[in-house]
Nanobody, 124 residues
Framework: QVQLVESGGGLVQAGGSLRLSCAAS????????MGWFRQAPGKEREFVAT????????YNADSVKGRFTCSRDNAKNTVTLQMNSLKPEDTAVYYC?????????????????WGQGTQVTVSS
């Protein structure tokens, strides 16, 4: 079992920045690929970013490339999502998730553990 708790969401103006954090407890954090997903009202959940177990491989959805950066600290059992140049269309509930794969994944079915989510609202 892995427990995940997100924090750092809030209200920000377009063009601003937010930093989301996800704290993990339970089984060995470094055994899991970590991912960030988001779900806007009335829309399906979508992939945002993923990072491999050792942090050496990351990739982002096209919609956030160049603006969002995912990183992790295995010593502190945390994964972060730095979000810059935010747009109103980034408004959503953001979830971190853990997957038992090695090299990152954009497929939500690979992820077995999910946090409760944190709201990000970007005003225009």
């Amino acid at each position: 079992q892995v427990q995940l708790v997100e924090s750092g969401g809030g209200l920000v103006q377009a063009g601003g920045s937010l930093r989301l954090s996800c704290a993990a407890s339970g089984r060995t954090f470094s055994s899991y690929t970590m991912g960030w997903f988001r779900q806007a009202p009335g829309k399906e959940r979508e992939f945002v970013a993923t990072i491999s177990r050792d942090g050496s491989l990351t990739y982002n959805a096209d919609s956030v490339k160049g603006r969002f950066t995912c990183s992790r600290d295995n010593a502190k059992n945390t994964v972060t999502l730095q979000m810059n140049s935010l747009k109103p269309e980034d408004t959503a509930v953001y979830y971190c998730a853990a997957a038992g794969v090695s090299y990152g994944s954009s497929r939500d079915k690979d992820y077995h553990y999910w946090g409760q989510g944190t709201q990000v609202t970007v005003s225009s």
